[in-house]
């Protein structure tokens, strides 16, 4: 079995879902700057194969098998992922997706909140869009961000108290979306499937969550207010770890925030009206 060899973090400040991330020095653009504070997170990936048989997460490890094929096992204190794979994995597929899961196993260690969702950002203000695996999320977001908006992450939001942490500077993208948006570069083989890959631009100042963007496919479109209780429930499935959270009243805090329901065609042709329709409630909301 042969092993990478992480590059000293001092050097390469990088990072994601506020984690300080060492052994990519190639990432480049694809993470965001690390705030020191953050907690320090050793990557490492390793080809071959690891004798075990079962999942597994306490208090300061984890096991996880990867979709993909593989594991990925995560200590807590010194932070450290270790990827065991079949194949190498490129820095572009380690960015994303296979740091999606260290990173929710991480913000619940380290009492943070993650939810499988992204978020767009207006000012400072960071607002969680969560929607089904096929419901427009990413498509969604890279034609904000073609329109000009901040993006903060497409795969897991992480809070910590109010703040939104930012992911990588990544939206991947389904070919038609790509092709529809005229944006991404084509990622054969880093996942599951082909991917077009968005690169986003930096986004390093503070963010503070002021609310939430629940996603769905409709024949018409439409803005809809939503309850705390349903914005509760809704929040609470979609978390990005399905152990009990280490702080439940984190949810009341979080179902507190103004939430919508974005109900929308799935026709292209409605995209502009969708985008001026978001952006003009939530900037009122804001």
């Known amino acids: 079995m042969s092993s990478s060899t992480p590059s000293a973090h001092t050097k390469f400040p990088l990072g994601a879902y506020g984690l300080r991330i060492a052994g990519l020095p190639d990432a480049g653009l ?17 080809v071959g194969e690891l004798e075990a048989d079962e999942e597994q997460l306490d208090d300061e490890r984890s ?35 296979y740091l999606a899961p260290a ?22 203000t960071a607002w969680g869009v969560v929607g089904d695996r096929l419901g427009g999320k990413s498509s969604l977001l890279a034609a904000l961000a073609v329109n000009g908006t901040d993006i903060v992450c497409d795969d897991v939001l992480v809070i910590d108290g109010s703040v939104a942490y930012p992911g990588p500077r990544t939206i991947d993208l389904r070919e038609d979306a790509a092709a529809t948006l005229g944006v991404g570069e084509p990622l054969p083989g ?20 002021g609310g939430w963007l629940f996603t769905e496919w409709a024949d018409q479109l439409e803005l809809r207010r939503l309850p705390a209780s349903e914005t509760l429930a809704r929040i609470y499935r979609n978390r990005s770890i399905t152990v009990p959270p280490k702080d439940p009243t984190t949810f009341i805090q979080l179902s507190s925030l103004p939430a919508w329901e974005l109900r929308r065609p799935r026709s292209w042709a409605s995209l502009p009206r969708t985008l001026e329709l978001l952006l003009g409630v939530l900037r009122a909301d804001g």
Do not use: C, K, M, N
Request: glycine residues 8%; positive net charge.
């Open 30 to 46: 694809l993470l965001p700057p690390a705030s020191p504070d953050w907690p320090l997170v050793e990557v490492v990936v390793e």
């Open 63 to 97: 096991r996880l098998r990867l979709r993909t094929g593989g594991w990925l096992e995560l200590q807590r204190e010194p932070g450290r992922a270790r990827y065991v794979v079949p194949s190498p994995l490129t820095t572009d597929a380690l960015v994303h997706p």
């Open 103 to 124: 990173a929710a196993v991480f913000t619940h260690w380290h009492g943070r909140e993650g939810v499988h969702g992204g978020a767009l950002a207006i000012d400072s």
């Open 190 to 209: 880093a996942g599951a499937r082909e991917r077009w890959r968005l690169t986003l631009r930096a986004l390093d100042r503070q963010l503070t969550l």
